[in-house]
């Protein structure tokens, strides 16, 4: 039970962090973050979207019983 929270969980956060870079919700990507004012809020946005495609991808292993880390 314990796992199959923990993949949904990583699902949810992943599938979100994805919708709001993609979106460029202000949640996300806030024009303020460090990040932003290093590369820019396009490169930013898609840093934040290959890290919540990776966390979405770690929600699939973990209920699926692939156990990466």
Do not use: E
């Not at 993949?7 to 994805?18: D, E, R, Y």
């Not at 934040?48 to 292993?61: E, L, N, Q």
């Amino acid at each position: 039970m314990n796992t199959t929270m923990t993949g949904l969980a990583l699902i949810a956060v992943g599938a979100l962090t994805m919708v709001g870079a993609a979106l460029d919700w202000g949640i996300v990507s806030r024009p303020g973050k460090l990040l932003n004012r290093l590369l820019g809020d396009g490169a930013a946005r898609v840093v934040y979207f290959i890290g919540g495609s990776f966390v979405f991808v770690m929600g699939i292993g973990k209920l699926t019983g692939i156990d990466w880390f």
